[in-house]
T-cell receptor, first 116, second 116 residues
């Protein structure tokens, strides 16, 4: 079965600093990987996704993520963090037999705090 | 595009009542919708997968008689929490998928359910 690990429960950065959120996955085949962001009391917004091809994926709000098969990682990065980026970030892997209702398995999330 | 509307956003009711939560895909047809439950400061736990016109597939440990799911059209799925009790209090989030199993899920804003 697939699994996702987000090692950092909470990260604090200063506004304008760079950011990297870690995500490691476990899955026997080629994974479909996603990053979502959740603001308090709200649903999840898709930041970016990786299916195949270029391992560096660009997303919305200036985020990018790099798929590294050798490390089973899909870390999220942003060169300069804005105060509005403070939120909970979830990495997810889509897995399941081809043609099935492919499900998402989520990591435990990383809470991002941005200092002024 | 790919907007998912969830209603109501918040419900407070007495123990023993039944509560219905609606999930609508506003600008696309969703053959598959998902229902999640999220406990405070935790990740999303998949409760069930709902396919239009067929019975929902429930995850292990989720009581199908307790959490009734109906997916009567390509734009609407409902979750009914029957005879709700305080332990059912939680944040419930739906998602809808546009297209095939490898496509990302788009999430509603969630429903905060509080049972007194």
């Amino acid at each position: 079965a697939q699994s996702v690990t987000q090692p950092d429960i909470h990260i604090t950065v200063s506004e304008g600093a760079s950011l990297e959120l870690r995500c490691n996955y476990s899955y026997g085949a080629t994974p479909y990987l996603f990053w979502y962001v959740q603001s308090p009391g709200q649903g999840l917004q898709l930041l970016l996704k990786y299916f195949s091809g270029d391992t560096l994926v660009q997303g919305i709000k200036g985020f990018e993520a790099e798929f590294k098969r050798s490390q089973s990682s899909f870390n999220l990065r942003k060169p300069s963090v804005h105060w509005s980026d403070a939120a909970e970030y979830f990495c997810a892997v889509g897995a399941g037999p081809s043609g099935s209702a492919r499900q998402l398995t989520f990591g435990s999330g990383t809470q991002l705090t941005v200092l002024p | 595009g790919a907007v998912v509307s969830q209603h109501p956003s918040r419900v407070i009711c007495k123990s023993g009542t039944s509560v219905k939560i609606e999930c609508r895909s506003l600008d696309f047809q969703a053959t598959t919708m998902f229902w999640y439950r999220q406990f405070p400061k935790q990740s999303l736990m998949l409760m069930a997968t709902s396919n239009e016109g067929s019975k929902a597939t429930y995850e292990q440990g989720v009581e199908k008689d307790k959490f009734l799911i109906n997916h009567a059209s390509l734009t609407l799925s409902t979750l009914t929490v029957t005879s709700a009790h305080p332990e059912d209090s939680s944040f419930y989030i739906c998602s809808a998928r546009l297209g095939g199993p490898n496509q990302p899920q788009h999430f509603g804003d969630g429903t905060r359910l509080s049972i007194l």
